[in-house]
C-alpha cells in the first residue's frame, strides 16, 4: 500500500529509545514507520543516547529529539507531555529490562517513561536483553503487569544477543515492530459512514439557583468512547453533561446538564442515528419544584421533595425500527453485576449493556482506568482486565461494530433510514 494511504498515513508516532546494545535498530524502525506515511519524533533516555546520539534521529526525522525530561520545546512547552498529548501511538523500542520496570510501576524519570506515562494514545513496548534478564521473574512480572495495563508488547526474539551467547532477548525485527503498530490503526475507518452520537458526564438536578443534587461522574469513558469513535471514521455528535473533561475536538457536542435537557438533546439526535451509546449518569431523581430564590437557612430542616426522571434509555429503545438506533447502555451496580445488568438490558430493551462495579475498594468515577464487562441479552461477552479508559473504549468498538453489523448488515442497510440526516463532514484529525 502506499503510505499516502497506508494506516499509517499521517499519524503521529513518537519512538522511545533506551539504554539496550539494540538501540541501533530503533534508528531502522523509524525508517520503516515514515516510509510507510508516520510522523515519527523520538525521545531517548540517557543511556541510549550513549548508544545512538540524538543528531543521527534528528537528522532522519527532521525533529527535534528529547533526550530530558527537562526539555521545553520551541514555544517553552513542556516538550514531553506536547509529543504525549500529540501521539497517536508511543513505541517504545528498544525497551530495557529497566525501562519496563520503570513503566511498570508509573516512574517519569526520564523523557520515554514520561511520555509514555503522559500519552492516552495506545503504547507499544518492544523489549530487548540479555536472556537471564528477560526471564528473571522481576522482569516477567513487571511485563505480566504492563500487558495488564493496556500496553502492547512485541515479544523479544530468540537468536544471538550481544553478549556472544544465544537465547530468547533479541529485539524483534523493525518490520515486525512496524507492522505491530499498522495494525493498531488498521480499524480506524471501520465506523466511516455511521452517524454515532453518545453521552457524557452527570447530570446536576437543581435544587435552587445555586445548588443541585449530581453526581461524581466525570465524563471520562464517554469522551473516550466518542474520540475513539471519530478516530475509526464516524460522524459523533456528543451530549455532553457535567464534565470535568473537555469534549474531544472533532466532534459535534449539545450539552445538556439536566436530565430533562438530557432527555430532549437525546430525543433530538437520536432517531436516525446508527449507534447511541448512554454512557452519561443521568439522575433518576430529581427535585420536584426547583426554587427560584436561594434558600436561605433559617434554623429548620428543609424538605427537597423528589420525583423520578425520564427514563430516556427505555424511550429510545420503543422508538419505531426504522429510526430506532442500535443501543448501548450502562449499568454501574454495587452488587449481582451481572444480574442487574442483564435485567436491565432485557426490561429497557437494549441491545449491548456495559457493567461496572462501583462502590468498592476501586472506584472507577473519575478514575482513568475501569474494569468492565459487556452483556448480552445471553450473558456476559467479554472478560477484561483492567484498562485504561481509552482502550475500554476501542475494544467496546470492536464489540459494537461487529454486532451493528451482524444486526443490521454489513453497512446497516437492512434498517430504513427515514430519520438519517446527512453527515456533517469529516470527523476530523484525533488531535
Ligand atoms: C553495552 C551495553 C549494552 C546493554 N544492553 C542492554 C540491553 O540490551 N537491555 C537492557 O535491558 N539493558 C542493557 N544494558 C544496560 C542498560 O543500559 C542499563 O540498565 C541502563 O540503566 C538502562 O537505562 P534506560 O532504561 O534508562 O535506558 C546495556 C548496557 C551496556 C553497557
Known amino acids: 500500500m502506499s ?5 499509517l498515513a499521517g ?8 539504554g539496550s546494545i539494540a538501540a541501533y535498530k530503533a534508528v531502522l524502525l523509524v525508517r520503516r514507520l515514515m516510509e510507510r506515511g508516520a510522523t515519527v519524533d523520538v525521545a531517548l533516555t540517557r543511556s541510549a543516547a550513549a548508544f545512538v546520539t540524538p ?3 534528528a537528522s532522519l526525522t527532521h525533529r527535534p529529539v528529547v533526550s530530558d525530561v527537562l526539555d521545553l520545546d520551541a514555544e517553552q512547552q513542556i516538550a514531553h507531555i506536547e509529543l504525549a498529548e500529540a501521539a497517536d501511538a508511543v513505541v517504545v523500542a528498544p525497551a530495557t529490562a529497566n525501562v519496563l520496570a520503570e513503566l511498570a510501576i508509573g516512574m517519569a524519570s526520564s523523557s520515554v517513561t514520561a511520555i509514555a506515562c503522559a500519552s492516552r494514545a495506545p503504547v507499544v513496548v518492544a523489549p530487548a536483553m540479555d536472556a537471564g534478564m528477560w526471564t528473571n521473574p522481576a522482569t516477567q512480572r513487571n511485563v505480566a503487569t504492563l500487558r495488564e495495563f493496556g500496553y502492547l508488547l512485541v515479544e523479544p526474539e530468540v537468536g544471538s544477543l550481544a553478549s556472544g551467547l544465544t537465547g530468547i532477548g533479541r529485539l524483534a525485527e523493525p518490520g515486525t515492530i512496524a507492522d505491530t503498530v499498522e495494525r493498531l490503526f488498521e480499524r480506524a475507518g471501520d465506523l466511516e459512514g455511521l452517524r454515532v452520537v453518545v453521552s457524557a458526564g452527570g447530570t446536576r438536578e437543581p435544587i435552587d439557583p445555586v445548588r443541585f443534587i449530581g453526581n461524581r461522574s466525570s465524563g471520562k469513558m464517554g469522551t473516550a468512547i466518542a474520540e475513539a469513535a471519530r478516530d475509526r471514521g464516524a460522524t459523533v455528535t456528543l451530549i455532553a453533561g457535567a464534565m470535568s473533561v473537555n469534549p474531544p475536538p472533532g466532534v459535534s457536542v449539545v450539552n445538556a446538564t439536566t436530565a430533562q435537557a438530557m432527555r430532549q438533546a437525546v430525543m433530538r439526535e437520536a432517531p436516525g442515528a446508527d449507534i447511541l451509546v448512554m454512557a452519561a449518569a443521568v439522575a433518576d431523581f430529581a427535585p420536584k419544584q426547583a426554587s ?5 437557612r433559617d434554623g429548620a430542616e ?9 427514563d430516556i434509555i427505555a424511550e429510545v429503545a420503543e422508538m419505531p425500527t426504522d429510526i430506532r438506533p442500535f ?4 449499568a454501574a451496580e ?4 451481572e444480574a442487574n445488568a442483564i435485567g436491565k438490558l432485557r426490561d429497557k430493551g437494549l441491545d449491548l449493556i456495559v457493567g461496572n462495579v462501583v462502590g468498592g475498594p476501586f472506584d472507577a468515577i473519575g478514575s482513568d482506568e475501569n474494569k468492565v464487562t459487556v452483556f448480552g441479552s445471553e450473558g456476559a461477552l467479554t472478560d477484561w482486565p483492567m484498562l485504561p479508559k481509552r ?7 470492536d464489540l459494537i461494530a461487529d454486532r451493528y453489523r451482524s444486526a443490521r448488515g454489513p453497512d446497516g442497510a437492512q434498517k430504513e433510514k427515514a430519520g438519517r440526516r446527512p453527515r456533517a463532514g469529516s470527523a476530523g484529525s484525533r488531535r
Do not use: C, H, M, Y
Open 3 to 7: 503510505p499516502e494511504r497506508g494506516p
Open 292 to 296: 427560584g430564590r436561594k434558600i436561605k
Open 11 to 18: 499519524r503521529r508516532i513518537v519512538v522511545g529509545v533506551t
Open 327 to 330: 443501543l448501548i447502555g450502562f
Open 391 to 397: 482502550q475500554i473504549a476501542e475494544r467496546l468498538w
Open 55 to 57: 543528531l543521527t534521529f
Open 334 to 337: 454495587s452488587q449481582d453485576l
Open 302 to 310: 428543609l424538605q427537597v421533595e423528589l420525583v423520578p426522571n425520564p
